[in-house]
């Protein structure tokens, strides 16, 4: 099984994303288009980056009510993309709308996109898990309980720290999908995230996927840092 590296392209300009992908040209890749990019440019740009062949995890983290969530799902589901998400913390009923637009959304000839939830995102501690969102239960309960609620909502996996993937593979399974943001090389900057692993790690602890962005998108040579990362994520 080929495991997803996938690229964040969180950039501030369309040229800036050109010139990375130039960068990275020749090599199959599989980015992520989070609110940053698809707020600037909206369903083109998901059309262009699938017409240079690659593979796209569309990162809105959809939280809202289940019927507003079901019917954007709905409309998200018209765009080829291959991975789309909800925050877990919107509860079962919600993760259920979630996935029920995406079916409808889904035409008969195309395989329905993955949909995986956000158990607590990776720039939140434990600190701030306690004091700031006055959830009491500890982070570790938190993300695997989230993991349960959304695999009983019919979600195929989760958004998490690389540190939880085995609580959650012991609750969910070892085919129940994770996705690792929080990912740096030991030299990088963490700048606000909090649970964070190298890729040599995420690979180790049994993640799906990984989801780099600044070590890459920030790197005077953003070319040589993917491939020592990856070279690091592969093994
Ligand atoms: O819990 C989460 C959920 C999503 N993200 C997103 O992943 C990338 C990470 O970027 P870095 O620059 O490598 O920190 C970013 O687009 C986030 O929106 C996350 O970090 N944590």
Known sequence: MQRPFII?????????RLSLLEQLKGESLFVKVGMELFYREGRQVIEELKNEGHRIFLDLKLHDIPNTVQRS???????????VNVHAA???????AAR??????????????LLIAVTQLTSTDELTMQNELLIRQPLNEVVRSYASFAKESGVDGVVCSAKEVPLIHEVCGDTFYTVCPGIRRLEDALGDQKRVVTPGQ??????YGIVVGRSI????NPFEVYQAMKQDWEG
């Open 202 to 207: 995420a690979r180790e602890l049994g993640c």
């Open 100 to 113: 029920e637009g995406l079916e409808q959304g889904t035409i008969a000839s195309k395989k329905r996109p």
């Open 73 to 83: 799902m709905r409309e998200l589901a018209s765009l080829d993309i291959d991975i």
């Open 90 to 96: 919107g509860g079962k009923k919600m993760m259920s």
């Open 217 to 220: 998108t920030n790197a005077m």
């Open 8 to 16: 964040a392209l969180d950039l501030d300009d369309r040229a800036k």
